[in-house]
């Protein structure tokens, strides 16, 4: 039987993405999943979302990374179900959604989108790095010469060497000149760099209040695939009003058997 997918990107992170308010599509297909995010016989995507109905709020965002598996918050695929939900008038341009890690508020604007991420009051310090939760377990450490920094092998060795099975999101980063800062992430369960971690850049913002590289509580962020801004109000060691803000677009539909 053919089934209608539509593919999804935020600042090129990519996300097949499934209307599954009729609950035909398993949790716990995983083969399947890895299947459809494979790039060269499937689909092709760094994860899989499904937009379901939820009795509290808009919808319910739950989301697969391309290893097949259900994983924590993507923050750019949370921008990206905001930007499918609108295209299939589910919802006007401010909506409330539930994800795994708890609701989000988001706003659409023609291609951007804000999305409310979940406050953050503890920032682990560690020799060279900071380690926090944005939703999505994350590692942040500033580097030089990040352009050239191999990504793949630094972020495989720290995601399995520090943080073992559970591993984490492994985030990179330096200043630029333009006042804000670059990143380049490893994504656990995609197991390579992408183009872009919403959660990340969330994580690499806060970070860099935190250590003081920046006052400022708007942070642009330049990743691979494009920029984002987040903002956010500090308190007494606590972020809070977090918002993850940039381009979420629809790259195409289609049709597969599955
Ligand atoms: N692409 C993401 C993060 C997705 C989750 C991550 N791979 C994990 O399993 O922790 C984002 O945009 O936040």
């Given at each position: ?50 937009l379901?109905n939820d009795?509290d709020t808009d919808f319910r965002m ?19 179900i905001v930007?499918?939900a609108h295209?299939l008038?589910i919802v006007d341009?401010e909506m409330e959604f539930m994800?795994?890690?708890?609701p989000h508020k988001a ?152």
């Amino acid at each position: 039987m053919k089934n209608t997918f539509y593919k999804y990107q935020g600042t090129g992170n990519d996300f097949v993405m499934i209307d599954n308010r009729n609950g035909d599509f398993s949790h716990t297909d995983s083969t399947l999943v890895a299947h459809l995010c494979d790039r060269r016989f499937g689909i092709g995507a760094d994860g899989l979302i499904l937009l379901e109905n939820d009795d509290d709020t808009d919808f319910r965002m739950v989301y697969f990374n391309a290893d097949g598996n259900e994983s924590t918050m993507c923050g750019n695929g949370g921008r990206c179900i905001v930007a499918f939900a609108h295209f299939l008038g589910i919802v006007d341009d401010e909506m409330e959604f539930m994800a795994i890690d708890g609701p989000h508020k988001a706003l659409i604007q023609g291609d951007m989108v804000s999305l409310k991420m979940q406050d953050v009051s503890e920032i682990k310090e560690k020799s060279n790095a900071l380690f926090m939760n944005t939703g999505s377990p994350h590692h942040v450490q500033m580097v030089e010469g990040l352009k050239l920094y191999d990504v793949k092998k630094e972020g495989a060795r720290l995601r399995y060497g520090v943080y073992g099975e559970k591993g984490s999101n492994i985030n990179f980063v330096e200043a630029n000149t333009t006042n804000g800062f670059n990143i380049r992430t490893y994504e656990r369960g995609v197991e390579d760099e992408t183009l872009s971690c919403g959660t990340g850049v969330t994580a690499v913002a806060l970070a860099m209040h935190h250590l003081g590289k920046t006052s400022a509580n708007q942070i642009a962020i330049s990743a691979l695939g494009g920029n984002l801004s987040v903002d956010f109000k500090y308190n007494n060691g606590s972020y809070t009003d977090i918002y993850l803000k940039g381009a979420a677009k629809q790259v195409f539909k289609g049709e597969m058997e599955w």
